[in-house]
């Protein structure tokens, strides 16, 4: 069975520095890339960018590049999304989710359960 | 980049049919048959239900279908039932540096 675990809420001041993690069972993660999305308070999904075929390069969407780093580690099938500096406008719902190349594309047929991350002095 | 256009809200009786629409560009939806279709409950993960604007996933009931025509794609859900509630968002490949881009969502009540 595919799983994507997500790590658990985090609560974090302005400034610091947050990793998360989707741990992925069920199918070897270098064979499908790896993604992340985010869900503000009560708004839609938002694309950030995908890890592909576990720890080699990563690919941003120009919103989010520069802001994340996305980094994975293939030897324990672990993705993680990382902030060096938080800001309140980061407190969202995080999501992982499995990508499979289509062509050009991707599809995200399994996703983690998200992870809540709020920044608040 | 500009996300989507989805309609805010749409509703629907049981048993009704329903259609939500999903409008880009030709950079997006009007270039590539690479829409894909997310159903997402309270406090829940998206659930894909729609790929490459018709394709349904095993497992996803056939009262949902996708269509496309020209900039516009469409998701239908027939035969509306109650666990049907839920926000609908599209979401297709678009040739910029974005690679996937998302509607803006559409909450869809079952009355």
């Known amino acids: 069975e595919v799983q994507l675990v997500q790590s658990g809420a985090e609560v974090k001041k302005p400034g610091e520095s947050l990793k998360i993690s989707c741990k992925v069972s069920?199918?070897?993660?270098?064979?499908?890339?790896i993604g992340w999305v985010r869900q503000m308070p009560g708004k839609g999904l938002e694309w950030m960018g995908v890890l592909h075929d576990g720890d080699s390069d990563s690919r941003y969407s120009p919103s989010f590049q520069g802001q994340v780093t996305i980094s994975g580690d293939k030897s324990i099938s672990t993705a993680y999304l990382q902030w060096s500096s938080l800001k309140a406008s980061d407190t969202a719902i995080y999501f992982c989710a499995r990508h499979i190349p289509v062509g050009p594309a991707v599809i995200n047929d399994y996703w983690g359960q998200g992870t809540l991350v709020t920044v608040s002095s | 980049q500009s996300a989507l256009t989805q309609p805010a809200s749409v509703s629907g009786s049981p048993g009704q049919s329903i259609t939500i629409s999903c409008t880009g560009t030709?950079?997006?939806?009007?270039?590539?048959?690479?829409v894909s279709w997310y159903q997402q409950h309270p406090d829940k993960a998206p659930k894909l239900i729609i790929y490459?604007?018709?394709s349904r996933p095993s497992g996803v009931s056939s009262r949902f279908s996708g269509s496309k025509s020209g900039n516009t794609a469409s998701l239908i859900i027939s035969g509306l039932q109650a666990e049907d509630e839920a926000e609908y968002y599209c979401c297709s490949y678009t040739s910029s540096n974005a690679l996937v881009l998302f509607g803006g969502g559409t909450k869809l009540t079952v009355l």
């Open positions: 030709s950079s997006d939806v009007g270039g590539y048959n690479y």
């Open positions: 490459n604007v018709k």
């Open positions: 069920g199918y070897s993660f270098t064979s499908y890339w």
